[in-house]
C-alpha cells in the first residue's frame, strides 16, 4: 500500500479512475483553472478593441468545443480547446473598420461579421483534414518533420512569455509565491500534492492576496439569484439576445479573418506533438490529425456562429500534464464540463476574474516554459541533426520569424488589412523551406528518426 503511495505522480497516470472520484474532480478543477485566465483574455482583450465579446460564452463553447473535440478523436486526446490568441489581430481590425458598410456599424453588429469570418476559418480546418484524410498523413507530415514541428512548439511557449512577465511584473513576490508552490508541490509533494501543483499555485497564492488585501470585490453586486449586475445564475447573451449574436457573412470581414487560419492550424499541429511528445502517444496516426482538425475547426465555426471566438487547443493543458503526470482525457472533459455549468454564472465569472495578474504570471512561467521545454525535447529525441546546414538553416529562419515580427506582418487584400501572427509567419517560412530546400529524407512511420517521431517522447 505504501509502495503504490509513493508511486503515485511518478508514473504517468493513464486512467484517473483508479485515482478515485475526489481526486479526479479536483485534477479536473486544475485542468479548469490552468486554462481559464488566458479563456477569459481573450474576450478581455477583444472588449478593448471596442468588440463586445461575452466572457460567458467565450467560457461556454470552450467547454461544449472541447467536449465535442473528444467525441471526434474517439475520446483519445487529452486536449482542452480555449479561445484562441491568434485572431485577435483580426478583432482588432474589424474594430477599426470604418469604410464601407462599417462606416456608421454598430460594435455589436462588427463582431457579428467578425464572427462570421471566423466560421470560415473553422471551415478550412475541415478542408486540410479532407486533404489529410485524402492524401493520408504520412504524405503530409513529410512536409512537417521534427525540424519544423520542434522550433514551432519551442516558438509557442516563447511567444506567450511575455506576457508572463507583464502579469508576473504587477507584483513579484506575489508571482514568486505561485512559483514556489509550483515547484515545491511538484519536487516534494508527496501523493495528491504533486499532482496539482498548479491549482496549488493558484488558490495559496489568492489566499495570501486575500490576507493581504489585495483583491478587489467592489463591482461584486450580488442581489439575489437572479439580481443584480452580477447575479448569480444568468444566461449567456447568445441566450439572452440570440438575434444579435448570430454570425453575419460579408466578404471583406472573411478576407480579414480566415486566413488567421494558416496560423492556427499550423500551432494546432504543433500543439498536438506537444501533446503526443508529453503523453508518449502518437495522436497525429491516431486517431489521426484529420479527425483532430476536424474536432478544432467546427468546435471554432460552432463557437463563432453564435458570437463566440476562435477555439485553439490549449498549451496550458499541455503544461498541466507534464506537471501532473495524469494523461487520462476524463480529466480535460471535467474541465469541460465545469466550463460549461460556471459559463452560467456572472458571479463565479467575475470572482475568478478577481485573481491577481501577478498569479496567473507566476503560473504562466512554470506552464509557457514547460511549452518551450517540450519543443527542445522533440528536437533532441528525433535526433535532429544540426550539423546538417539544411537543417540549421530551417530552424534559425523559423525562430527568427517567430521571434523577430512581434507585430505580425500586415498586407492589403481587396482593400482590407490583413495580419499574419509571428508563429503563422514562422509556420509558413519553415514549411516552405523544408519543401525546396533539398535533402529531406523525413519518411514520417518509415524511418528511424520518423519512429522516434512517431512517438514523439517517452515519458
Known sequence: MNEKKSNIGQQPIRDA????????????????????????????????????????????????????????????????????????????????????????????????????????AGLLYVVLAAIIKAVGVHRVMHYLPPVVTGPIIILIGLNLAPSAVANASSCWWLALV????????NIW?????????ILLGVVIPYVVALVFRMVDFSGLDVQGLFGGSTPLLGFQPFVTNFSGSVAKFDVSAILVMAPIAIASMMEHIGDMSAISATVGE??????????TLIGDGIATSLSALFGGPANTTYGENTGVLVLSKVHD?????LAAVYAVILSFSPTFAYLVNTIPAAIIGGVSFILY?????????????????????????????????????TNGLT????????????????????????????????????????????NLGQY
Open 17 to 120: 479512475r483508479t485515482l478515485g472520484v475526489p481526486k479526479m474532480l479536483i485534477l479536473g478543477l486544475q485542468h479548469m483553472f490552468a486554462m481559464f485566465g488566458a479563456t477569459v483574455l481573450v474576450p478581455i482583450l477583444v472588449q478593448s478593441y471596442g468588440l463586445p465579446l461575452s466572457i460567458q460564452t467565450t467560457l461556454f463553447f470552450a467547454g461544449i468545443g472541447t467536449l465535442f473535440f473528444h467525441v471526434c478523436t474517439k475520446m483519445k486526446v487529452p486536449a482542452f480547446l480555449g479561445s484562441s490568441f491568434a485572431f485577435l489581430g483580426g478583432f482588432a481590425a474589424m474594430g477599426a473598420m470604418d469604410q464601407g458598410i462599417y462606416a456608421a456599424m454598430d460594435a455589436s453588429e462588427k463582431l457579428q461579421y467578425a464572427c462570421g469570418g471566423i466560421v470560415v
Open 178 to 185: 505561485s512559483i514556489a508552490v509550483i515547484v515545491v508541490a
Open 369 to 405: 516554459g514547460m511549452i518551450s521545454a517540450i519543443g527542445v525535447r522533440n528536437v533532441v529525441e528525433n535526433q535532429v541533426d544540426f550539423t546538417n546546414s539544411r537543417n540549421l538553416i530551417i530552424a534559425a529562419v523559423i525562430l527568427v520569424c517567430g521571434l523577430g515580427f
Open 329 to 333: 482525457p476524463r480529466v480535460i472533459r
Open 411 to 454: 498586407f492589403t487584400v481587396g482593400g482590407a488589412s490583413i495580419t499574419l501572427t509571428s508563429l503563422a509567419i514562422a509556420a509558413i517560412a519553415g514549411i516552405v523551406l523544408n519543401a525546396i530546400l533539398p535533402g529531406n529524407d523525413f519518411h514520417f512511420g518509415k524511418s528511424a528518426n520518423s519512429d522516434a517521431s512517431a
Open 189 to 197: 509533494g508527496k501523493g495528491m500534492i504533486k499532482i496539482i501543483p
Open 282 to 291: 502518437n495522436f497525429i496516426e491516431d486517431p489521426g490529425l484529420h479527425r
